[in-house]
Protein backbone atom coordinates (compact mmCIF):
# COMPACT_ATOMS: atom_id res chain seq x y z
CA UNK A 1 0.00 0.00 0.00
CA UNK A 2 2.94 2.38 0.44
CA UNK A 3 4.61 1.56 -2.75
CA UNK A 4 1.43 2.12 -4.54
CA UNK A 5 1.37 5.96 -2.84
CA UNK A 6 4.48 6.95 -3.24
CA UNK A 7 4.34 5.42 -7.01
CA UNK A 8 1.62 7.88 -7.44
CA UNK A 9 3.03 11.00 -5.86
CA UNK A 10 5.82 10.29 -7.46
CA UNK A 11 4.22 10.40 -10.79
CA UNK A 12 2.29 12.98 -9.94
CA UNK A 13 5.54 15.08 -9.45
CA UNK A 14 6.90 14.01 -12.42
CA UNK A 15 3.80 14.75 -14.37
CA UNK A 16 3.91 18.55 -12.97
CA UNK A 17 7.66 19.20 -13.94
CA UNK A 18 6.46 17.64 -17.25
CA UNK A 19 3.92 20.80 -17.27
CA UNK A 20 5.93 23.52 -15.67
CA UNK A 21 8.93 23.30 -18.58
CA UNK A 22 6.56 23.27 -21.36
CA UNK A 23 6.92 26.80 -23.29
CA UNK A 24 4.09 28.97 -23.85
CA UNK A 25 3.31 29.73 -27.30
CA UNK A 26 3.65 33.72 -27.39
CA UNK A 27 0.41 36.17 -28.38
CA UNK A 28 -0.22 37.38 -31.33
CA UNK A 29 -0.67 41.34 -32.02
CA UNK A 30 -4.40 41.05 -32.24
CA UNK A 31 -4.62 38.79 -29.61
CA UNK A 32 -2.32 41.76 -27.72
CA UNK A 33 -4.72 44.09 -28.39
CA UNK A 34 -7.91 42.78 -27.68
CA UNK A 35 -6.31 41.65 -24.21
CA UNK A 36 -6.04 45.37 -24.04
CA UNK A 37 -8.95 46.48 -24.84
CA UNK A 38 -11.39 44.27 -23.14
CA UNK A 39 -9.30 45.51 -20.13
CA UNK A 40 -9.91 49.33 -20.48
CA UNK A 41 -13.46 48.23 -21.49
CA UNK A 42 -14.05 47.01 -18.15
CA UNK A 43 -11.88 50.10 -16.53
CA UNK A 44 -13.42 53.17 -19.13
CA UNK A 45 -16.68 51.54 -19.84
CA UNK A 46 -16.06 52.36 -23.38
CA UNK A 47 -18.42 52.88 -26.23
CA UNK A 48 -18.90 50.39 -29.34
CA UNK A 49 -16.77 53.15 -31.50
CA UNK A 50 -13.98 53.77 -28.96
CA UNK A 51 -13.91 50.22 -28.11
CA UNK A 52 -13.31 49.79 -32.08
CA UNK A 53 -10.97 52.62 -32.16
CA UNK A 54 -8.61 51.54 -29.00
CA UNK A 55 -8.37 48.13 -30.27
CA UNK A 56 -6.90 49.63 -33.40
CA UNK A 57 -4.66 51.71 -31.82
CA UNK A 58 -3.35 48.93 -29.59
CA UNK A 59 -3.34 46.58 -32.72
CA UNK A 60 -0.84 48.99 -34.26
CA UNK A 61 1.14 49.67 -31.11
CA UNK A 62 1.15 45.34 -30.51
CA UNK A 63 2.19 44.92 -34.47
CA UNK A 64 5.27 47.89 -33.86
CA UNK A 65 6.55 46.65 -30.65
CA UNK A 66 6.71 42.87 -32.36
CA UNK A 67 8.72 44.00 -34.89
CA UNK A 68 10.79 46.52 -32.74
CA UNK A 69 11.60 43.32 -30.67
CA UNK A 70 12.58 40.86 -34.14
CA UNK A 71 14.52 43.92 -35.44
CA UNK A 72 16.35 45.32 -32.22
CA UNK A 73 19.67 43.87 -31.02
CA UNK A 74 19.80 41.83 -27.95
CA UNK A 75 22.72 44.14 -26.43
CA UNK A 76 21.15 47.08 -27.44
CA UNK A 77 18.44 47.19 -24.75
CA UNK A 78 18.58 50.83 -23.95
CA UNK A 79 17.98 51.85 -27.43
CA UNK A 80 15.11 49.49 -27.47
CA UNK A 81 13.71 50.71 -24.10
CA UNK A 82 13.28 54.28 -25.89
CA UNK A 83 11.60 53.10 -28.85
CA UNK A 84 9.36 50.98 -26.58
CA UNK A 85 8.68 54.08 -24.52
CA UNK A 86 7.94 56.05 -27.85
CA UNK A 87 5.66 53.75 -29.40
CA UNK A 88 3.67 53.50 -25.82
CA UNK A 89 3.67 57.29 -26.08
CA UNK A 90 2.24 57.77 -29.90
CA UNK A 91 -0.55 55.28 -28.39
CA UNK A 92 -1.26 57.21 -25.08
CA UNK A 93 -1.56 60.34 -27.14
CA UNK A 94 -4.06 58.35 -29.85
CA UNK A 95 -5.56 57.02 -26.86
CA UNK A 96 -6.46 60.01 -25.23
CA UNK A 97 -7.71 61.72 -28.23
CA UNK A 98 -10.58 58.98 -28.42
CA UNK A 99 -11.39 59.07 -24.57
CA UNK A 100 -14.19 61.50 -23.14
CA UNK A 101 -12.55 63.79 -20.00
CA UNK A 102 -14.33 61.35 -17.21
CA UNK A 103 -12.32 58.50 -19.12
CA UNK A 104 -9.12 60.44 -19.24
CA UNK A 105 -9.18 61.09 -15.62
CA UNK A 106 -10.07 57.37 -14.76
CA UNK A 107 -7.04 56.42 -17.47
CA UNK A 108 -4.82 58.70 -15.63
CA UNK A 109 -5.30 57.18 -12.39
CA UNK A 110 -5.10 53.75 -13.82
CA UNK A 111 -1.94 54.67 -15.38
CA UNK A 112 -0.72 56.09 -12.03
CA UNK A 113 -1.22 53.14 -10.02
CA UNK A 114 0.42 50.75 -12.09
CA UNK A 115 3.18 53.11 -12.72
CA UNK A 116 2.97 52.76 -8.56
CA UNK A 117 3.06 48.96 -8.63
CA UNK A 118 5.64 48.85 -11.33
CA UNK A 119 7.98 50.74 -9.21
CA UNK A 120 7.09 48.96 -5.73
CA UNK A 121 8.16 45.87 -7.98
CA UNK A 122 11.55 46.90 -8.73
CA UNK A 123 12.11 48.59 -5.56
CA UNK A 124 11.74 45.21 -3.91
CA UNK A 125 13.50 43.71 -5.94
CA UNK A 126 16.88 45.84 -5.97
CA UNK A 127 16.04 45.16 -1.98
CA UNK A 128 16.74 41.57 -2.20
CA UNK A 129 20.84 40.75 -1.97
CA UNK A 130 22.45 39.19 -5.38
CA UNK A 131 24.25 36.48 -4.77
Known sequence: MKKLIVAIAFITGLNTLA???????????AQKAAHKTAHL???????TSQTK????????EATRLDTLKA?????????????????????DQ????????NQKKVYAAF???KKEKQDQKKAAAA?????
Open 19 to 29: NAQQAQTPKTP
Open 41 to 47: QKKLALT
Open 53 to 60: QVNAIYLT
Open 71 to 91: NTPKGNKQARKEKHKAIEAQS
Open 94 to 101: KLNAVLTV
Open 111 to 113: KEA
Open 127 to 131: AVPKQ
